[in-house]
């Protein structure tokens, strides 16, 4: 049997990193450019859907930080 990685909701698709065949990595930014709709062309940068302007929520709440230090925390260790 074969785990549902896409959820749709009203508003969004959901992505289940858990569920994924690619859950391997290292830390968050490596798992994020395996992620299907993602890309990177520099390691540096996340593209989603090829636009670079995407809002970013943590926990429900929509995030100010900036741009550097999102991608600082994304490739932070994961344990």
Avoid: Q
């Avoid at 540096?44 to 230090?69: G, H, P, Q, T, V």
Wanted: aromatic share 6%.
């Amino acid at each position: 049997m074969t785990k549902k990685v896409f959820h749709k909701k009203s508003d969004r698709m959901v992505y289940d990193v858990a569920n994924s065949p690619v859950a391997k990595g290292s830390n968050t930014f490596e798992l994020l450019k395996e992620t299907p709709l993602i890309s990177t062309c520099d390691n540096a940068n996340l593209k989603i859907l090829e636009k670079n302007d995407a809002i970013i929520y943590i926990n429900c709440r929509k995030s100010n930080m900036s741009a550097e230090a999102v991608l600082e925390m994304l490739k932070k260790p994961l344990f």
